[in-house]
């Protein structure tokens, strides 16, 4: 059997004390377990609400500000290294924020598995690995696939924000998601960051360095 390429690598990066108790506390108050059937989203945050969900969540420091300015939403993000989640689980107890849980697992797994079809108000997705080395594009996650399944899993008219700093992925981006049949660009090629979306340390750190930001918001199509 064939092994799907992924869009990250497992590193053993450190994980602080904090962190570690974080994830040991707390994982099963405000983590998801993955698991090969949809989320009853009315059953995890106790309201019918409109859903989002990250992917890469790294940190969880604009995560949890989007959650904490959004509290009529319900939030999933999904990370899979453990110092982020460790972060962001943290900031979750500290802040209360009960519309905001976490998924430390493979993103396309969660996708096909635990998201149903139609179920997503929108879907974020802020400075993925660019991959900068061409041999290594083949493991950025924004390709025809991808765009299909996350176009699959928004509610008509729901929203797929992205967001990079790297020139030649923002152009790969807009080129898939422009050729997927059931979205539509929401601009003429690229978007001006929504006010929801802050500005990450990842952002400042690529304006530093001299590196345009790229945002794209794209809709799925009414049926």
């Known amino acids: 059997m064939t092994r799907p390429i992924r869009s990250y690598v497992l590193r053993q990066g450190r994980i602080s004390s904090a962190q570690q ?21 009315r059953a995890v945050f106790g309201r019918k609400a409109p859903l989002v969900l990250e992917i ?3 940190m969880g420091e604009t995560t949890a500000e989007i959650a904490r ?13 453990g110092p982020g989640v460790g972060s962001l689980l943290k900031r979750i107890e500290a802040d ?3 519309n905001l849980r976490v998924i430390r697992h493979d993103a396309v797994d969660v996708l ?25 594009h083949k493991r950025r996650l924004v390709q025809p696939a991808f765009a299909t399944l996350a176009a699959r899993k928004l509610a008509p008219g729901g929203y797929l924000h992205a967001a990079t700093d790297w020139p030649d992925y923002a152009a790969q981006m807009l080129a898939v ?9 929401t601009a003429a090629g690229y978007a001006p960051r929504p006010e929801y ?3 990450t340390k990842f952002e400042r750190r690529g304006l530093g ?10 809709r799925r199509r009414q049926e």
């Open 112 to 136: 096909e598995h635990m998201i149903a079809d139609g179920s997503l108000a929108g879907m974020h997705l802020f400075f993925p690995d660019p991959w900068p080395k061409k041999r290594h």
């Open 209 to 218: 360095l001299g590196h345009p930001v790229h945002d794209l918001v794209f």
């Open 69 to 81: 300015a959004r509290p009529e939403t319900d939030f999933i993000a999904i990370e899979v290294h």
């Open 56 to 58: 890469g969540s790294g």
């Open 21 to 41: 108790r974080a994830l040991d506390e707390l994982t099963a108050k405000h983590a998801l377990a993955f698991a090969p059937q949809p989320i009853d989203a």
């Open 96 to 98: 209360g924020l009960a």
């Open 177 to 185: 998601l422009s050729a997927e049949p059931l979205l539509v660009n």
């Open 197 to 199: 979306r802050p500005l």
